[in-house]
């Protein structure tokens, strides 16, 4: 089933196609709001949206929450069924903003959606341990949507939809910026990642972790990590750790090395199409969810896996 109206709201160009793409799975009619130049705007008619508006870039003067009343004015009068909004830090603070104007509450960090005789969400509560089912009462519903949950169509370069430039009054927020800093360290997009190659503290120093590396520079494979690996021993930027608080990866093949299996990690990777594990403790939990596990210690297998693909010469596509 679908709705009638479906709204996306996003200020991150790569969530764009994912939320687009979740538009037309659940509307009839999809309509994005970008905080951004035009050519977004044409980009996400390509991607999937019938009609953009599009809002100047935050600044030190406008923080995205200014828009907040704006939208949520144009969002009642248009009588949208459904407002998704990217789960990005602005977008969780902007959806929060925009369901009280509208009298209602924001359904956060979404892992599920689905159209039934109303719009039914799931999410993950308790660290991962449990999923919670919800559904929104009220006339319009608004949910926060991270990265994963909806795969990006391809663009479609003849789609045709309206780009309307918005310059609303702004709301009072009662916050202004003193500074913006550009992101220190790496920008890594794990999900769209087709192959992934995850390391856990099965390692016993960083400088082991250039095994992983070796054999994911063989396959064309990007590396991720357990948290542990991130933000305790800190030997993997917090980009690439995975699970219930990281990132949720859907690549063909996910390659778990020294990794436990705990829920936590495994919400993140459980939508690969195949799972395999190596793992020296043969009741560790991560045996009972893959589809390929081998029994044994990462530094007798690996090196041998990585002669194997060497010798082999294999080439990666
Ligand atoms: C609220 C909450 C949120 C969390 N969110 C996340 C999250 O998003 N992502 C996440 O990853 N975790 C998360 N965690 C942590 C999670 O519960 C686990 O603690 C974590 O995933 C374990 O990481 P690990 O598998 O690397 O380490 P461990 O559990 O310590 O597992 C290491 C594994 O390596 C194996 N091993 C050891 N030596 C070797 C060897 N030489 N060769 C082969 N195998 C070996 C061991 O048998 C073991 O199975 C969260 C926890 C909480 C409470």
Redesign the pocket.
Known sequence: MTVNKVWIITDDRNALGELCAGGRQLGETVSAVVFADKTQAEEAIQLGADEVYVFGQPSESVVIESYSKAIADMIREAEVNLVMVHASVSGKLIAGKIAAQLGTGALANISDIDVEDGIVVKHMV???AAVRTEKALSKTAVVTVGTGVFTALAKDPSRQGSVTEVNPELANTGIRVLETRPKQGEVVNLSSAKRVVG??????SKDDLQMAEELAALVGAEMA?????AEGEKWMSKER??????AVVKPDIYL??????????M??VNQAKTLVA????KN???FKQVDIGLV??????LPQIVAKLKEQKLVTV
């Open positions: 308790y660290g991962g390391v856990g503290r099965g390692f016993a990590c357990s948290r542990p690996i750790y995975v699970g219930v608080s990281g778990a090395i020294g990794i436990s299996g705990q829920i936590q990690h919400v993140g190596i793992n020296k403790d560790a939990p991560v044994g210690d990462i530094y007798q297998v």
